[in-house]
């Protein structure tokens, strides 16, 4: 399973795009590269999940380069509501189990 | 509501009781899974089933837990002689299938507390 290196924690202002980048040098050629968030007191959440270059949903968009080793989470315009830890997490094709790390602490401030 | 539920949300025990948790996924998901997570850490994989059948499990879980899921449908989570390490959020998530496309959605957790 791929590596991934995040940063632990990060701080940003309501209105502000916010772009959370992820290091997976060992990303495995059948890895796709989703993305969770997750609240206070709940449980995590899927964003996006993408395999190369661009994905957008009405939440998040997700670059990956050409050479896969590291992807940027990008959330425009973040409100308090956006305050919570993202995880990235690289997995196969046909995965089953998420293999969660230490996620990325976003605090939105006023 | 259609998500994933799980009871209690909180449980708080003393040392060397059994608990039991459950957790009731989206009625049309296949798979259940249940994950450990521990303050400031990501959830941690117990073990998931498809339908009944237990297909895997981590080392995680010791001999002092056991999960079921009889009839294909809710699943229990049961910790004997509970030891304050066990203390932790449960998660209980479902899906359709495995893989891409068939994203995992999360109940809200129960909260354990080992005295």
């Known amino acids: 399973l791929a590596k991934t290196t995040q940063p632990i924690s990060m701080d940003s202002y309501e209105g502000q795009e916010v772009n959370i980048t992820c290091s997976h040098n060992?990303?495995?050629?059948?890895?796709?590269i989703t993305w969770y968030q997750q609240f206070p007191s709940q449980g995590p959440r899927f964003i996006i999940q993408g395999y190369k270059t661009k994905v957008t949903n009405e939440v998040a968009s997700l670059f990956i380069p050409a050479d896969r080793k590291s992807s940027t989470l990008s959330l425009p315009r973040v409100s308090l509501s956006d305050t919570a830890v993202y995880y990235c997490?690289?997995?196969?094709?046909?995965?089953?189990?998420?293999?969660f790390g230490a996620g990325t602490r976003l605090a939105v401030h006023p | 509501d259609t998500g994933v539920s799980q009871n209690p949300r909180h449980k708080i025990t003393k040392r060397g009781q059994n608990v039991t948790f459950r957790c009731d996924p989206i009625?049309?998901?296949?798979?259940l899974y249940w994950y450990r997570q521990t303050l400031g850490q990501g959830p941690e994989f117990l073990t998931y089933?498809?339908?009944?059948?237990?297909?895997?499990k981590s080392r995680l879980l010791s001999d002092r837990f056991s999960a079921e899921r009889p009839k294909g449908s809710f699943s229990t989570l049961e910790i004997q002689r509970t030891e304050q390490g066990d203390s932790a959020m449960y998660l209980c998530?479902?899906?359709?299938?495995?893989?891409?496309?068939?994203?995992?959605?999360f109940g809200p957790g129960t909260r354990l507390t080992v005295l």
């Open positions: 998530a479902s899906s359709l299938g495995g893989g891409v496309g068939n994203e995992q959605f």
């Open positions: 009625s049309e998901h296949n798979r």
């Open positions: 060992n990303i495995a050629t059948n890895d796709y």
């Open positions: 997490l690289p997995l196969p094709g046909g995965y089953n189990k998420l293999i």
């Open positions: 089933f498809q339908n009944e059948a237990q297909l895997e």
